[in-house]
């Protein structure tokens, strides 16, 4: 089999028991045996999908930070939070063209580093917005309950730390978890990125923490959060219907981020640790592909939570909206004159 046309492919079992072989050896078998094929047209849609990702991601994203920079300058420590989220899913979105590479190409062409870079990216993303979403939840949940008593957790410089604190333990948590042999395998035939199967005892074990540290955790929180803010915004006929549905739309956006988001991606994992052979693999690689595509709509979604869901976000919106607008108009006036 040429190279160009094995870097369609992924690795699956052989006609021998790989189970009782050393990890590379297993590995290598693996790599040279059963190889379920990609058709150009799945390859061709989520191509597609990946470009549509980055054409609406980057200038979302980019807004957003002008707008949380926004948050940031009065004072609002729900800027800080948003600011970090865009940051990320600008990183994110960016390096999703090396994937987008390979599906236009086929095949792996970046190497072994490029390679272990781009799942590193692929998991800080994840995580960082995770933990950050679930520091917003938090934040309005203190803020509408605890008003008074945690008061200083509503500072932009509580905020910076957080969030530099929450960057500094995700990739942390990946240098230690994310290794090269679980990421990359090249041979004269094939190089892969992104090893499936074997799965590692290492990764096995990181599997199991990130779902249940890095995803059910935060859900959990957010939950609370929601759950606990909605009953008291509900009950202080104080606060305003218009900015009660507002904390709820925010709440509600977040937790449906982490559920809708990070949620699917997550129980492939734990389902990735049951599969030993070529059958199960061949089903669960249609999975897991679904199921990171799913993952990177986060970086569409994030842009709601300060674009259409803060007033601030709102009020720049319109201030968009309505400069296109006059411009329209001028060039319209222009036009009907010549």
Same mark, same amino acid.
């Given at each position: 089999?040429?190279?160009?046309? +094995?870097?369609?492919? /992924?690795? %699956?079992? =052989?006609?021998?028991?790989?189970?009782?072989?050393?990890?590379?050896?297993?590995? &290598? $078998?693996?790599?040279?045996?059963?190889?379920?094929?990609?058709?150009?047209?799945?390859?061709?849609?989520?191509?597609?999908?990946?470009?549509?990702?980055?054409?609406?991601?980057?200038?979302?994203?980019?807004?957003?930070?002008?707008?949380?920079?926004?948050?940031?300058?009065?004072?609002?420590?729900?800027?800080?939070?948003?600011?970090?989220?865009?940051?990320?899913?600008?990183?994110?979105?960016?390096?999703?063209?090396?994937?987008?590479?390979?599906?236009?190409?086929?095949?792996?062409?970046?190497?072994?580093?490029?390679?272990?870079?781009?799942?590193?990216?692929?998991?800080?993303?994840?995580?960082?917005?995770?933990?950050?979403?679930?520091?917003? +939840?938090?934040?309005? /949940?203190? %803020?509408? =309950?605890?008003?008074?008593?945690?008061?200083?957790?509503?500072?932009?410089?509580? &905020? $910076?730390?957080?969030?530099?604190?929450?960057?500094?333990?995700?990739?942390?948590?990946?240098?230690?978890?994310?290794?090269?042999?679980?990421?990359?395998?090249?041979?004269?035939?094939?190089?892969?990125?992104?090893?499936?199967?074997?799965?590692?005892?290492?990764?096995?074990?990181?599997?199991?923490?990130?779902?249940?540290?890095?995803?059910?955790?935060?859900?959990?929180?957010?939950?609370?959060?929601?759950?606990?803010?909605?009953?008291?915004?509900?009950?202080?006929?104080?606060?305003?219907?218009?900015?009660?549905?507002?904390?709820?739309?925010?709440?509600?956006?977040?937790?449906?981020?982490?559920?809708?988001?990070?949620?699917?991606?997550?129980? +492939?994992?734990?389902?990735?640790?049951?599969?030993?052979?070529?059958?199960?693999?061949?089903?669960?690689?249609?999975?897991?592909?679904?199921?990171?595509?799913?993952?990177?709509?986060?970086?569409?979604?994030?842009?709601?939570?300060?674009?259409?869901?803060?007033?601030?976000?709102?009020?720049?919106?319109?201030?968009?909206?309505?400069?296109?607008?006059?411009?329209?108009?001028?060039?319209?006036?222009?036009?009907?004159?010549?």
């Amino acid at each position: 089999m040429k190279r160009h046309e +094995a870097g369609l492919i /992924y690795a %699956a079992e =052989v006609g021998v028991k790989t189970c009782d072989l050393p990890w590379r050896t297993r590995l &290598a $078998a693996i790599a040279s045996g059963c190889f379920p094929v990609e058709t150009p047209l799945g390859r061709k849609l989520f191509l597609l999908y990946y470009l549509t990702v980055i054409i609406i991601s980057i200038p979302a994203n980019a807004f957003s930070l002008y707008v949380s920079r926004q948050h940031i300058r009065q004072k609002n420590d729900l800027g800080v939070y948003l600011f970090h989220l865009a940051l990320t899913d600008l990183t994110f979105t960016f390096g999703l063209s090396l994937w987008m590479d390979f599906l236009w190409r086929g095949v792996w062409t970046h190497g072994g580093y490029v390679c272990l870079v781009s799942i590193y990216s692929l998991h800080t993303n994840f995580y960082t917005s995770e933990a950050l979403l679930c520091c917003i +939840a938090v934040s309005r /949940y203190l %803020a509408v =309950v605890h008003p008074l008593r945690f008061a200083w957790t509503r500072k932009v410089s509580t &905020a $910076a730390v957080t969030s530099v604190t929450v960057w500094v333990l995700v990739m942390g948590f990946n240098v230690c978890t994310i290794t090269w042999q679980d990421s990359y395998y090249e041979n004269n035939m094939i190089s892969l990125c992104y090893v499936f199967l074997p799965l590692s005892q290492t990764m096995a074990n990181a599997s199991i923490a990130r779902f249940f540290l890095g995803f059910l955790v935060p859900v959990l929180i957010a939950f609370f959060s929601t759950w606990r803010t909605h009953l008291a915004v509900k009950a202080n006929r104080a606060t305003m219907d218009e900015e009660q549905l507002r904390i709820s739309k925010l709440l509600t956006m977040v937790l449906l981020c982490l559920l809708v988001c990070f949620g699917p991606i997550h129980v +492939a994992f734990m389902v990735r640790m049951l599969l030993d052979g070529c059958e199960g693999f061949k089903w669960f690689l249609c999975i897991y592909k679904v199921s990171t595509a799913i993952s990177t709509m986060n970086c569409l979604a994030d842009p709601l939570l300060y674009c259409f869901i803060t007033r601030t976000g709102q009020e720049n919106i319109q201030q968009v909206l309505l400069f296109f607008l006059r411009k329209q108009k001028r060039t319209e006036g222009i036009n009907c004159i010549s």
